[in-house]
């Protein structure tokens, strides 16, 4: 296995250049959900069940528009690779159509109907007084953040990965600084509270639409906008948009849906808002850890998609595979130690003085982080076989069976019967919800054992 990593220097630099700012944007994204955390837990616990509730609604939107973008980087990537701009407009302006409709949608639902909207998530009336305030303010900044990734994710495909770092760390600074006025009321404001919080992100989400239409006007010279292919796409794109992006976009949607689900089960158990609180502070800490994973996988999409797209053989695409296989081992090893040390030297004295939880919600914490320590090296080896090599090989189905397959036909089900027929403790819910990592990680290996999962997507005219 090790003999994989014996690769040029230059492909290891060039690996560096592309995974470093997705890494550092990525841990921006997840600061800022933790800083929402520390921020809203100061304010009690019933704030920081309702916030994160809000945020499971919220992921499933997120996720669905994530894999939009998903679906159409998986075409831009290679098309990239054979430097077709027009092709790589049409395919964004699909993007922009589908993220736009659907984010304005559920935005506009949840804007009307946030209560009922929010119900569904937990049955504690506090929780779901807290998420609909929450939600009503901040639903729209969803649309506008569609947006803006969508145009990010296509300069992330074209090896400008810097673009997205300086987008996302800027607003993710902006966030919090107006977290720290609106929440507390400083300097002249009023303490808004939740409320507060959820200007905060909206005004963020202004800023980073404003940044990325100057960048893509006025600046970018990698992929001028083409308004003509931009705005009207055309058949065979289109065509074969549905075609690739359409099981990613389906396996967003189920996976987020599937993931957010657990947090409806939490939600409903015995001792609901002491689990919720323990699952939101468990749930901010642990999107830091998989930074890395992020990382190398988004940029192994990246590298594959290109060395298709240039017309690479089968055998040094499949060898580039497996090169960033064993380096996803590694990074989940190393991302493993975050939770040990965190669980040893920072939940008493820095996390616990923080947050306003009971003794109970604490130890459902500490069993959460000892369980993510071994989780993460899944995940990390998941997202690279799901997002990294299958999607960035084009081989969109297999990767969408895989990714929910073990979900829906074991954890979910599991998790309901043993909370909800067996009154099961949260340690054993919590271990089957996670359960399914470990099946995908040994099922997701040997598929790519079989070295089928090359597939080159482009058309040699558009």
Known sequence: MLKTLRRPAAEYRALLALMLPIILQNLASSSLGLADTLMVGALGQNELGGLNQANTVFFVLQLFTFGIQSGGSVLIAQYWGKRDLGAINRVMGMSFYLSFIFTLLTSTAITLFPAQIMSLTTNDPM?????????????????????????????????NS??????????????????????????????LGLEGAAYATFTARIFEVVFVAVYALFVDKKIPLMPKKLLCPGKIIAK??????????????????????????????HGAADIV??????????????VLCGGVGTAAAVIIGNEIGEGKSREKVIKTGNWLLTLSVITGLITALFPLLTNIFLLDPVVFRVFEVTSEAKDIVRMMILVTAVRVIFKTYNYMVIVGVLRGGGNVRVAMVLDIIFMYLW?????????????????????????????????????LRRGDWVRNLTRDNV
């Open 277 to 290: 609180a323990a699952y939101s502070i468990t749930g901010s800490l642990e999107r830091i850890m998989l």
């Open 411 to 447: 954890s979910i089900p599991a998790c309901i019967v043993a909370a909800f027929v067996f009154d099961a403790s949260i340690t054993t819910v919590f271990l089957l919800a996670v359960s399914e990592d470990a099946i995908k990680a040994v099922v997701g290996g040997l598929l």
């Open 162 to 191: 810097k673009l997205g770092m300086t987008v996302l760390v800027s607003s993710m600074l902006i966030n919090v600084f107006l977290n720290w006025v609106l929440i507390f009321g400083k300097l002249g404001f009023p303490a």
């Open 127 to 159: 929780l779901v007084d807290c998420a609909a305030r929450y939600s009503k303010i901040v639903a729209y900044s969803f649309v506008l953040n569609s947006l803006t990734l969508v145009y990010l994710g296509a300069q992330r495909n074209a090896g």
């Open 240 to 269: 074969d948009y549905i075609k690739y992006a359409t099981p990613v976009v389906i396996n967003e949607t189920l996976w987020s849906f599937g993931y957010s689900m657990y947090a409806v089960v939490f939600g409903h158990m």
